[in-house]
């Protein structure tokens, strides 16, 4: 009975042991798990978030020399140095600081800035395909010339948007100031009258104008046979019997290209092609 008795008790005493293993087990992996969690968490806390510039202090202390007013739906003003690198981005309204407001852009080029807006406009909706883009130069110095610039700001934004599969269509502008002053500096001439400013031939559309011979297609009446495909009850040995050829006057490219004005260059004869006076 004894033996019983120590036998029982040797078994409880086991299975106790047994049970106070396991609960330290579990309750040392769910220790580990929170202090895991933990680490993760701190380690998240810990990674720098990135914030916009002061834009106030970035005016304050730098000097720019022009101001472009964009508006896509989210509306800034871009500031430039003279080697048109950005002083500072400065939000207009809500949709501009939702996209644009915890982005650094103070030191970068105005392509890599205009690319970032571009980008971040479509991944956030606010430009869509046909989208107009408008680019106003609000102050400019005679340190950078505003229709270059233009013309520059025209490819980045188009080239940005053309990365995104988005086309977008640029709306140039800038104030009266800055056209008056920039004018007056000898930056921005006189636009050709005889072309418009486009610089090409206006009696032959800059060699575009339609053939007068072919009509446009490339190809005329073979002239030896008279579209007969015969020559003497021969076969034409010009057209090879095939009755046409290609155009003699356009070289079957289907545009004139022999000017009497402009000899075939296709240029303005009186700016030279350059559009300005």
């Known amino acids: 009975m004894q033996r019983r008795n120590v036998g029982v008790f040797c078994c409880l005493l086991c299975l106790v042991l047994a049970c106070s293993t396991m609960m330290f087990g579990c309750g040392k992996a769910k220790q ?5 969690a933990t680490n993760q968490k701190t380690e998240k806390t ?15 202390n730098a000097k720019y020399v022009a101001v472009i007013h964009v508006k896509i739906n989210p509306e800034f003003n871009i500031y430039l140095d003279e080697d048109e690198n950005v002083v500072a981005l400065e939000c207009l309204n809500a949709d501009a600081k939702d996209a644009y407001g915890k982005k650094s852009f103070a030191g970068k080029t105005l392509d890599e800035t205009l690319q970032t ?6 991944e956030k909706g606010y430009m869509k395909e046909d989208q107009t ?62 072309c418009n400013g486009t610089g090409d031939c206006p009696d032959c559309d800059g060699g575009r104008m339609t053939c007068p011979a072919c009509g446009g297609d490339g190809i005329e ?46 240029k303005c004869v009186v700016c030279g092609g350059s559009g300005s006076l």
């Open 32 to 36: 580990e798990e929170q202090k895991s």
């Open 46 to 60: 810990n990674e720098p978030e990135e914030t916009g510039d002061d834009v106030a202090a970035l005016l304050k």
């Open 117 to 122: 807006v571009v980008s971040i406009a479509a």
């Open 133 to 194: 883009v408008a680019l106003t130069i609000t102050e400019c110095t005679t340190d950078l010339n505003a229709t270059e610039l233009q013309t520059k700001m025209d490819r980045m934004v188009t080239e940005a948007a053309k990365e995104q599969n988005i086309t977008v269509t640029t709306a140039m502008d800038m104030s009266e100031e800055v056209r008056t002053t920039q004018r007056e500096a000898g930056l921005i001439k006189q636009a050709c009258s005889n």
């Open 221 to 266: 009446e073979c002239g030896n046979c008279f579209g007969s495909g015969l020559d003497h009850g021969n076969t034409c040995t010009f057209c090879g019997g095939a009755k046409t050829h290609t155009c003699t006057h356009c070289g079957g490219v289907g545009t004139a290209m022999d000017c009497p004005v402009c000899g075939g260059s296709f």
